[in-house]
């Protein structure tokens, strides 16, 4: 069984940075892609980020040049900084692994 939990969301003003973790059990972040997605209330899901299991990694138009995704192996974690918050980062963002998703972690960017 598979479980992935997210965490490192908050309330956040705009300009600062977090640090997003997505834990996995049951199977190795390294062995596969992971991805991080965000839905924004209202609005469909958006790719964020992506980890592959030789290390690349990929990121979508909308934080990319503001943003990191990094892999530890030694906790079986995935982690997305985002630097640079704007309010349009406001979503609930989630970590998949092959067809699992986590339940998600709040950000909210806010003066």
């Known amino acids: 069984q598979v479980q992935l939990v997210e965490s490192g969301g908050g309330l956040v003003q705009p300009g600062g940075s977090l640090r997003l973790s997505c834990a996995a059990s049951?199977?190795?972040?390294?062995?596969?892609?992971v991805q991080w997605y965000r839905q924004a209330p209202g609005k469909g899901r958006e790719l964020v980020a992506v980890?592959?299991?030789?290390?690349?990694?990929l990121y979508g138009d909308s934080v990319k040049g503001r943003s990191t995704i990094s892999r530890d192996n030694a906790t079986n974690t995935v982690h997305l900084q985002i630097n640079n918050l704007k309010p349009e980062d406001t979503a609930i963002y989630y970590c998949?692994?092959?067809?699992?998703w986590g339940q998600g972690t709040q950000v909210t960017v806010s003066s």
């Open positions: 980890i592959g299991h030789l290390g690349t990694t």
């Open positions: 998949t692994l092959n067809l699992y």
């Open positions: 049951g199977r190795a972040v390294s062995s596969e892609n």
